[in-house]
């Protein structure tokens, strides 16, 4: 230090107070990406269409729009340097009209990366051709195309809807053979796929950062339980061999790398086989910062919504090194009962993400306790 003011490396990145970060999205992920980038000295803008969005409680700016009002994002492009997303159903075309506004502005993760992610047949054709082993799959797109895929992968198996799934939601399980035309129904008839059950032990997932310079960083694997298909709590160390964990590890590396990816994106995966035989089967990659590593807010040496931070706007990526043993807990609508017993438990950090109506089945929070 000079004069109290602290050196810089001779190429180290200047973060300049006034650089804002555009966030599409106003959920929770995005309200605690505003508060992380707020600790950087990084302002936020959040732009969402849900008039009561909470990501807008803690921002600098908001614009409260339709994801495709030209003229709205038109004034966003031309406020913020760098833009980014909290949520994988934005439109791809939203992205490329706030290029299209602004040449200059740099849009992390790509149009391109978020396309894959965005349809589930795409997803595991990408991931298949980096040699990763996924669930057997078929597209479908009539009943007909169902029943034939049916009988090339068997019962049980999982319909899913190709496009904006997202907590079990658009899914249907097909127990028998027969099952074919009312899962078909469930789903709306809608373009989906057809995946083989896997015979999971656990569910687990990675979270990987990277840079628009190639640099990596992953997080310890998580262990994750669901209830209902929504995330209950989420476990660290799991309880996998180190050689699945490396595994992992490098498979969430090897989709970031392909994506040219910038920002952190999670991997969820099953476990599966026992012994030397254990090993990771891909379930889905989340572009985006992921409920699994809500825990490294506390957890890590860099939370996840830092590291995105960092990573979107080309600052050095932290340490993701883990503080102790972990447990994190969803607090759904019907858990808020639960809010006066850990507001006076000590070593429980709770957060609220200030929704107003608790409904049953509603993400309204997180308690992360280290040890
Ligand atoms: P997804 O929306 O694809 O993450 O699926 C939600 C949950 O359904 C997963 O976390 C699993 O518990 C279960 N699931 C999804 N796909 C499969 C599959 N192919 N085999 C077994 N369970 C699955």
């Not at 990406?33 to 959040?46: D, F, K, P, Q, S």
């Not at 996924?134 to 496009?163: C, M, N, Q, W």
């Not at 929704?355 to 049953?360: C, N, S, V, W």
């Amino acid at each position: 230090m000079i004069d109290g003011q602290p050196q810089r490396r001779k190429g180290a990145p200047v973060l300049r107070p006034s650089l804002t970060l555009g966030i599409l999205g106003g959920g929770q992920l995005g309200r605690m990406m505003a508060m992380a980038a707020a600790t950087l000295g990084i302002r936020t803008h959040v732009y969402a269409p849900e008039a009561e969005s909470i990501a807008f409680e803690v921002c600098a700016e908001h614009t409260c729009a339709p994801y495709l009002d030209k003229a709205a994002l038109k004034a966003f492009a031309e406020r913020v340097q760098v833009v980014t997303f909290e949520f994988e159903n934005v439109p791809t075309a939203t992205l490329e009209r706030l290029q299209h506004y602004a040449p200059h502005l740099r849009i992390h993760p790509s149009a391109s990366a978020l396309s894959i992610t965005q349809d589930r047949i795409n997803e595991k054709t990408f991931m298949a051709g980096l040699g990763l082993e996924t669930a057997p799959f078929r597209a479908v797109d009539s009943l007909e195309t169902l029943e034939e895929a049916v009988r090339a992968i068997g019962a049980p198996s999982i319909l899913k809807t190709r496009r904006m799934g997202y907590d079990g939601k658009g899914q249907a399980r097909i127990m028998t053979p027969h099952g074919a035309a009312e899962a078909y129904e469930a789903i709306g008839r809608q373009s989906a796929i057809l995946e083989g059950f896997v015979s999971f032990s656990r569910e687990v997932s990675v979270l990987c950062a990277r840079r628009a310079d190639g640099a990596v960083a992953t997080y310890d694997v998580c262990e994750n339980e669901h209830r209902n298909h929504i995330l209950s709590r989420t476990t660290l160390p799991s309880s996998i061999l180190p050689a699945t964990a490396r595994q992992a590890r490098e498979a969430a590396i090897a989709i970031a790398g392909a994506l040219d990816y910038v920002g952190i994106l999670a991997v969820e995966m099953f476990v599966v086989g026992e012994g030397a035989g254990e090993h990771v089967v891909m379930n889905e990659i989340a572009p985006r910062v992921h409920n699994s590593g809500h825990w490294t807010i506390e957890g890590a040496e860099t939370s996840q919504f830092e590291q995105h931070v960092r990573a979107v706007m080309g600052l050095p990526l932290g340490s993701t090194v883990r503080r102790g043993a972990i447990e994190m807990d969803n607090l759904l609508g019907e858990d808020m009962r639960r809010v006066p017993d850990l507001l006076e438990t000590p070593g429980a950090h709770l957060h609220l993400y200030g929704k107003k109506l608790a409904l049953k089945g509603r993400k309204m929070g997180h308690v992360t306790i280290v040890r």
